[in-house]
């Protein structure tokens, strides 16, 4: 009967704690890395830098009439540095359900269509049944 993934958490465990890694019963901990966080020159409010700055934008032409460089010095540049940390592979939406292989959601779309044309084709015959009388 093969190991359960429990018993195989466990060995893994019982390896990390032989050679002195993670915490004390050897589970390794992920530590994830603070919000980037910019603060408005104007106003002073702090604002959490996204990938698209939506928040950060729609709070500079909003409210001060400004550009984004304007309010939030540098916070394109980071914006810049978290996209292309996703595209390398380091965010979670590329890799985790992902089961499109990398293709957008219209190409998906125009696969699985040609796939039901190839199905319903097969099923169809060039000659009509005949039927008892």
């Known amino acids: ?9 466990k ?3 019982k390896q990390n704690r ?4 993670g915490d004390e019963s050897g589970r390794i901990v992920r530590v994830k890395d603070p919000p ?17 700055n939506t928040e950060l934008t729609a709070h500079a032409t909003s409210k001060h009439g400004k550009t984004l460089d304007e ?4 916070a394109a540049t980071v914006a810049a540095e978290l996209v292309a940390a996703v595209s ?10 992902g089961s499109g292989g990398g293709l957008t959601k219209a190409q998906r779309k125009a696969k699985a269509e040609a796939g039901m044309d190839d199905l319903l084709n097969a099923g169809l015959t060039s000659k009509k049944k005949k039927g008892k009388k």
Do not use: D
């Not at 009967?1 to 958490?9: D, G, I, R, V, Y």
């Not at 309010?71 to 540098?74: A, K, Q």
């Open 36 to 52: 980037k966080i910019s603060k408005c020159t104007i106003c002073q409010l702090e604002m959490t830098i996204t990938k698209t």
């Open 88 to 97: 390398k592979g380091g965010g979670k939406s590329s890799s985790a359900g």
């Open 18 to 21: 032989a050679l002195g890694i």
């Open 71 to 74: 309010c939030f010095p540098g």
């Open 11 to 13: 060995r893994q465990q």
């Open 1 to 9: 009967m093969p190991a359960s993934n429990a018993t195989a958490k």
